[in-house]
């Protein structure tokens, strides 16, 4: 792995909107993945061959640096966004202007499906196609663009050919859904098959916040959509189902049975993570004879996990003290509306105070271990 380096560990690129109309397999073309306007004339996301009642407005995908009025407009496109956004050559271009060495690719659209598909067949076939397509994106510069696939897990079997597949194509992650999409923790041994395949190809799996109908509090919140404001969606909702997720690797054992299997949390900061671990150790002491955790949760944490923070975030020092520098990377976020423009100044004066050999592990060498770069 390259060490010394300066690397943006949960960037995004905007796919095609044409990407699955033009890829998907003949059985599926009626129910394409894709961008089209209702009949207000909102941008809205296509799902299943139907235009999506959540997901509208995409101008939040790609305004980066725009004042959130403009994002949530019908004057800002998905395919508004500056460069950078859409081509590895541009995407280069960018991170040589802003300092940055390489960057670790996320998808867009691929955060704003899988809560309105319920076949497995088609979510895996959605995910095949976005994984060639980053893979042959980053191909172009493979020491400076890593991709991450997108797996579903809603069929383990699809998703185990699915995860060999991306080892081949020489993807760097597996990114996952934090919200089950067939209703199993993921601490259940029906996804057992996956996590040895994965901890034997040696892919880290991410868990990424997504957008998704029946949101955490949705039921309190009922008018929230990408129409409205997304105030208590993004500070709040998207934390949940990754905390969530997060405890069910520790209470079911994965990281017990599959101990060099790497687990990332990303987009949900780092200010958390001391409290966290601190309560699952509490607990596990109490309860823990009940799971399948045979140590305290935090033994794992220290040897499996990474956490993705923001890079303003004035605990990034204390939770590193608490836990380790060697646990936490950081991210852009770009080109999304929420993203950090200036990102890598602001991160070395909220990391200044640190010694330099753990700033250097959050810059880049953390992002180095986690993905094998």
Known sequence: MQLGRIVDADGHILEPPDLWEKNLPAKFKDRTLGIARNEEGTECLVVNGR????????????????????????????MHAPPGAYTPHDRVKLLDTDGIDAAVLYPTLGLLWEGEVNDPGLATAYCHVYNEWIADFCNQYPDRLYGVAHISLMDVDRAVVELKQAAKLGLKSVMLTPWPANGKAYGDTYYDPFWATAQDVGLPVGLHVIARPNFHGSQWYDHMTFQGSPFY???VTLGFDIQASFVSFFEGGVLERFPRLKLLCLEVGAGWVPHFIERLDSKWQHSGFMTACKRPPSEYFRRQVWVGADVDESMIPA?????????????????????FPQAL????????????????????DNAARAYDL
């Open 319 to 339: 939770a590193s003290q608490r836990w380790g520098s060697d646990k936490f990377f950081w991210s852009t976020d770009f080109p999304h509306f929420d993203g």
């Open 345 to 364: 100044q602001t991160l070395k004066n909220t990391i200044k105070s640190m010694d330099p050999a753990d700033q250097q592990n959050i810059l880049g």
């Open 233 to 235: 969606f993004l500070s």
């Open 51 to 78: 235009i999506s009642e959540f997901t509208q407005g995409l101008g939040v995908a790609s305004s980066f640096g725009q004042p959130g009025e403009l994002a949530f407009s019908n004057k800002f496109s998905y």
